[in-house]
């Protein structure tokens, strides 16, 4: 038995759209400008942080692209419709900012040996653009960052970027004032470790909804004990939690006393367990649906699962 709930995707409505493409807008904007300031000044570090935008345009393209995906209804070939796509957009995102911080690392180093001349100047004014562009980005994203993973994945390229900005600035001002040259490369290398951790989190986060993994925050063994607790369940087995997309599904087979069975007390039961798991656990849980069985049916059940 089942219930029936809204399967539409979160997070992903026109307004996140609208959000995510002028963010896009701003990310190119800023891109181009770099790609200018980085030949005309020399710095690498202008160069890796145009870099990173370059796969954070990329990576909110495809963002956005998903963000569409996800609000088309399920068919029968697809149930749950593409409500996935924007994790395996968070995915490609991912493996594009690793590569990215990977050759901005190995050519930090290179540069630290080898340092080349840096127009300061022109590196500050260029880095300056940059941080006010990803200022506006982040002021765009912030209210919506924790509603799905494409959304977080953006938001945390933003702040990645302008972080970068603000190196590349302090650079310049470095080389400036001292005339140390390598604080370009010294920055660059910076950037690169700004990228990889927050990466490999988002990774960690999407690898978890391809696996099916349990929700974060949700704890099975809570959910079994509060559904026992429902008057008439004497058992709980086969319980699965996972996320498609932005929403959490849990599924289960619920054994009962064999007198609900003719004394028509399911359908009650069935909004009682249904209201347990939507209200008393921190991960909402968007889709739920329960296998009743009676008792006198633990003889014909196959292997069971936890």
Same mark, same amino acid.
């Given at each position: 038995m089942g219930h029936d709930?809204?399967?539409?995707?979160? %997070?992903?409505?026109? %307004?996140h759209q609208r959000? *995510?493409? &002028? /963010?896009?807008a701003i990310t190119l904007t800023v891109l181009a400008a770099e790609i200018v300031g980085a030949v005309w000044t020399g710095s690498l570090a202008l160069l890796a942080d145009a870099g990173h935008m370059l796969t954070d345009a990329a990576g909110l393209s495809l963002a956005l692209l998903a963000a569409h995906l996800a609000t088309r209804p399920p068919t029968d070939r697809r149930t749950w419709g593409y409500q996935r796509a924007e994790v395996l957009a968070a /995915?490609?995102?991912?493996?594009? *900012? *690793? %590569? !990215? %911080?990977?050759? /901005?690392l190995i050519e930090g180093v290179r540069r630290l040996f080898e340092p080349p001349e840096v127009a300061s100047t022109g590196m500050l004014v260029f880095g300056i653009v940059g941080l006010v562009g990803n200022a506006v980005s982040i002021v765009l994203l912030t209210g919506s960052r924790a509603e799905n993973l494409n959304l977080r994945g953006a938001f945390l390229e933003v702040v990645n970027d302008a972080l970068g900005s603000a190196a590349v600035i302090v650079a310049a001002i470095v080389i400036a004032v001292t005339g140390w040259t390598r604080a370009d490369a010294v920055v660059s290398l910076l950037i690169g470790l700004l990228i990889l951790p927050r990466t490999l989190a988002l990774l960690r986060d999407a690898a978890r909804v391809l696996l099916e993994s349990t929700p974060t925050g949700l704890e099975l063994a809570e959910v079994r004990a509060h559904l026992l607790e429902v008057d008439h369940v004497l058992d709980v087995h086969d319980l699965h939690a996972s996320t498609i997309g932005s929403s959490?599904? &849990?599924t289960g087979h619920v054994t !009962?006393?064999?007198r609900c069975f003719h004394d028509g007390h399911l359908p009650t039961l069935l909004d009682q367990l249904q209201a347990c798991v939507a209200e008393h656990f921190p991960v909402r849980i968007d889709h739920s649906t329960f296998q009743f069985e009676p008792a006198s049916h633990a003889e014909h059940e196959g292997a069971q699962h936890a």
């Open positions: 709930h809204d399967h539409s995707a979160a %997070g992903a409505g026109p %307004g959000r *995510l493409a &002028l /963010v896009l /995915v490609a995102q991912s493996l594009l *900012l *690793l %590569g !990215v %911080g990977a050759y /901005v959490h599904t &849990l !009962v006393e064999d």
